[in-house]
């Protein structure tokens, strides 16, 4: 099983460069999220989906954007990079729904920005 | 605001030692508890605990939820080198969004 899959593993890129950070999943997850994890501050939520169609900001979302038009995908966007956006960023899916499936996680990306 | 708090942040033991590494949370809509261990690369699911005073094991860990006093410990017997990693709590709460707030993470060392 693939499980959660996240391209690319690295990427560097300069200051007002744009990306895309891609996540798949092919496990018929309808829920799908995007974390950051920074040195002595945990993982905190970028943006999340509930489904097709549908996503939400969560605690961090300001710099990304997100789109979700399929259930498979979900790519996470840079408009226009900042220092302060480099760190490790993780996608997670879930099946959800009340039925205590926990939330899994791909291999993250490592993106610095210079 | 929803807060986890880990501790301790960082621990050191030797082989064959018992470690307690704690959970403490104030969430909104609770639903659940989760444990993860995370090496080099993503965060691997232990337990999700939903109910207070059941204990969930598998293997020498195994981990504890009290919704009363809102907290959860995770306990590692006769640790060994491979259980060094970083554990990260998180809490899921309820309303639709499988949202997770995370704690910082405790960050074990076990030297053989």
């Known amino acids: 099983n693939a499980g959660v899959t996240q391209t690319p593993k690295f990427q560097v890129l300069k200051t007002g460069q744009s990306m895309t950070l891609q996540c798949a999943q092919d496990?018929?997850?309808?829920?799908m999220s995007w974390y950051r994890q920074d040195p002595g501050m945990g993982l905190r939520l970028i943006h999340y989906?509930?489904?097709?169609?549908?996503?939400d900001q969560g605690e961090v979302p300001n710099g990304y954007n997100v789109s979700r038009s399929t259930t498979e995908d979900f790519p996470l966007r840079l408009l226009s990079a900042a220092p302060s956006q480099t760190s490790v960023y993780f996608c997670?899916?879930?099946?959800?729904?009340?039925?205590?499936?926990?939330?899994?996680f791909g291999d993250g990306t490592r993106l610095s920005i210079l | 605001e929803d807060k986890v708090v880990q501790s301790p942040l960082s621990l050191v033991v030797h082989e064959g030692d018992t470690v307690t590494l704690n959970c403490s949370y104030e969430?909104?809509?609770?639903?659940?508890l989760l444990w993860y261990k995370q090496e080099k690369k993503a965060p691997t699911f232990l337990f999700m605990l939903?109910?207070?005073?059941i204990e969930k094991k598998s293997g020498r860990l195994s981990s504890i939820l009290d919704k009363k006093e809102l907290f959860s410990i995770l306990n590692i017997t006769a640790t060994q080198t491979g259980d060094s990693a970083i554990y990260l709590c998180?809490?899921?709460?309820?309303?639709?969004?499988?949202?997770?707030?995370f704690g910082k993470g405790t960050k074990l060392t076990v030297n053989p």
């Open positions: 998180a809490v899921e709460k309820q309303g639709g969004s499988e949202k997770l707030v």
């Open positions: 496990m018929n997850h309808e829920y």
């Open positions: 989906s509930v489904g097709a169609g549908i996503t």
């Open positions: 939903t109910s207070s005073g």
């Open positions: 969430v909104t809509n609770f639903r659940s």
């Open positions: 997670a899916s879930t099946s959800g729904g009340g039925g205590n499936q926990p939330q899994h």
